[in-house]
C-alpha cells in the first residue's frame, strides 16, 4: 500500500490525523459497501444458482445464514488489512486496534463453521439412510469442539501466546473441566451408541414406566431426549440414562405393520357344560364347526365356543393372517375363568386398531349366549334388587 501512495504522490509520512481519520473513514466505508453488495447481490444470485440445482444439499450448505456470515468477513478482513497504514504513526493503538478486528473475525469465523454444520445436519436429516441416526447430538458437539477452539485462538491472541501452550496450561485442569461437561460427554458418549445401535430415532414410540414417558420422541438433542406424551406434555430424558436403563421402543410394531391384541373374558365357570344332542346338531350345520377335533363323545360348549371364536378371527378382514391367532383359557381366578384372544390386527393406526378389537368383542360378547355361556360380572344394583324380590 506504502508503494501505491508513493506512486500517487502522497507522503505517508506528512499525513496528518485529519487525514488518517479521513482514510480510514473511506477505508471503513469502501469495505461497507462491498459488503453490502455482496449482501444484496451476490448472497441472492448463488441463492438463485442453488435453487435451479437438482441437489438439495447446496440449497441446505450454502444457506442465508452461511453466506451472511461469509460476507460478514470482508468488512474486518479489508479494514485489518489498511490497519498498518493509517495507524503506522501510533504503533500502541495498531496494536490493540489489530488484536480487536483479529477476535472480530475469530468470532464471525466460528460462527460461519457453526452455520455449515448446521447446514451440513440439515441436509443430512432429509437423506432417507441417515433419518434412523441421532446426528442432532453429534452436529451440537462438532459445534462445541469448534466453539472451544475459537475461544482458544481468542485468548491466544489476547495473551499472545500459542496456542499449544494454552492447552497445554488446561490440561492441567482437566479434571475440573470433566466435572462442568459431564452432562455433555456422557451425552456424545450415548448418542453414539444409540446411533450405532440403532436403539432411537426422530418419530419413535418409546414407553419408560419408570418416568412416566409414553410418547414419541421428537427431538434428540446432545443433552437431552424429548418426547411429546400422548397426553401432549413434553418430558426430556437424558440420553445416557436411555443406555444405562431399559425402555420399551414400539417402532418393530410400526416397521411390521401388525399390532397385538391380547385381552381375555371372564366367563362364568357356572355355565360351562356338556353339549347336549340338539346343540351338536345345530353346530354341526354351520361352517365353522367343521374341522374341530373331537375329543370325546361329548363335547364342552366352552371347547365350541373357542373354536367358533379361532374361526371368527381367522376369517376376519382387518386381522393378520400371518402372524399367531390363539384362543386359549388362563388361570381361574374369583372373578371367573379368563378366555384370552390372542391376534395381531393388519393395522398399527391406534384408532382403527382400537375399532377393529372393540368390533371383535362386541361380537364375542353377543354371540356367547348361542352357546350356553355367561359373561362373569360382579353383581351390579339391578342384581341385588332382583335377588332381594326373589328371595320374597
Same mark, same amino acid.
Given at each position: ?9 502522497i507522503s505517508v509520512e506528512k499525513l496528518s490525523t485529519l487525514q488518517r481519520v479521513l482514510m480510514f473513514c473511506l477505508v471503513v466505508a ?58 503506522? &504513526? +501510533?504503533?500502541? !493503538?495498531?496494536?490493540? $486496534? *489489530?488484536? =480487536?478486528?483479529?477476535?472480530? #473475525? ?24 441417515? &433419518? +434412523?441416526?441421532? !446426528?442432532?447430538?453429534? $452436529? *451440537?458437539? =462438532?459445534?462445541?469442539?469448534? #466453539? ?28 475440573? !473441566? ?178 377393529i378389537q372393540a368390533d371383535i368383542f362386541d361380537h364375542a360378547i353377543a354371540i356367547i349366549n ?23
Amino acid at each position: 500500500m506504502e508503494d501505491i501512495m508513493v506512486d500517487l504522490g502522497i507522503s505517508v509520512e506528512k499525513l496528518s490525523t485529519l487525514q488518517r481519520v479521513l482514510m480510514f473513514c473511506l477505508v471503513v466505508a469502501v469495505a461497507y459497501l462491498l459488503e453490502f453488495f455482496c449482501r444484496k447481490v451476490l448472497i441472492k444470485t448463488i441463492r438463485s444458482v442453488t435453487a435451479r440445482t437438482e441437489t438439495k444439499w447446496d440449497d441446505y450448505i450454502l444457506n442465508t445464514k452461511v453466506l451472511n456470515c461469509a460476507c460478514h468477513l470482508i468488512c474486518p478482513v479489508i479494514i485489518f488489512f489498511f490497519l498498518p497504514l493509517i495507524l503506522e &504513526q +501510533n504503533p500502541t !493503538l495498531l496494536f490493540y $486496534a *489489530q488484536k =480487536l478486528i483479529t477476535l472480530y #473475525i475469530i468470532v464471525i469465523c466460528v460462527m460461519l463453521v457453526c452455520a455449515l454444520l448446521g447446514g451440513f445436519y440439515a441436509a443430512s436429516a432429509e437423506e432417507a439412510g441417515l &433419518q +434412523n441416526h441421532p !446426528l442432532q447430538g453429534l $452436529a *451440537q458437539m =462438532l459445534k462445541l469442539i469448534v #466453539i472451544a477452539i475459537g475461544v482458544i485462538i481468542g485468548i491466544s491472541v489476547l495473551l499472545d501466546k500459542n496456542p499449544i501452550v494454552i492447552l497445554t496450561g488446561l490440561g492441567a485442569s482437566a479434571a475440573v !473441566l470433566m466435572l462442568v461437561f459431564k452432562d455433555t460427554i456422557l451425552g456424545l458418549v450415548a448418542g453414539v451408541q444409540l446411533s450405532a445401535n440403532k436403539m432411537l430415532k426422530v418419530g419413535d414410540w418409546i414407553a419408560i414406566p419408570s418416568r412416566n414417558v409414553n410418547g414419541v420422541v421428537y427431538e434428540v438433542t446432545l443433552t437431552t431426549v424429548k418426547v411429546r406424551n400422548y397426553d401432549n406434555t413434553i418430558i426430556t430424558v437424558p440420553p445416557y440414562s436411555l443406555v444405562s436403563e431399559s425402555f420399551q421402543n414400539w417402532r418393530g410394531m410400526w416397521e411390521s405393520g401388525a399390532r397385538r391384541v391380547m385381552r381375555s373374558i371372564n366367563i362364568d365357570m357356572n355355565t360351562v357344560r356338556f353339549c347336549s344332542a340338539e346343540d351338536m346338531a345345530r353346530y354341526e350345520g354351520e361352517k365353522w364347526f367343521e374341522g374341530i377335533e373331537r375329543s370325546g363323545e361329548r363335547e364342552v360348549n366352552l371347547k365350541i365356543f373357542r373354536h367358533y371364536l379361532e374361526h371368527y378371527i381367522t376369517n376376519h378382514p382387518r386381522v393378520d393372517k400371518n402372524t399367531m391367532i390363539m384362543i386359549r383359557q388362563l388361570q381361574p381366578t374369583p372373578q371367573g375363568l379368563p378366555v384370552e384372544l390372542y391376534f395381531f390386527t393388519a393395522t398399527t393406526e391406534w384408532k382403527r386398531y382400537e375399532y377393529i378389537q372393540a368390533d371383535i368383542f362386541d361380537h364375542a360378547i353377543a354371540i356367547i349366549n348361542e352357546f350356553g355361556l355367561k359373561v362373569f360380572q360382579s353383581p351390579t344394583g339391578d342384581d341385588i334388587t332382583s335377588l332381594k324380590l326373589t328371595q320374597r
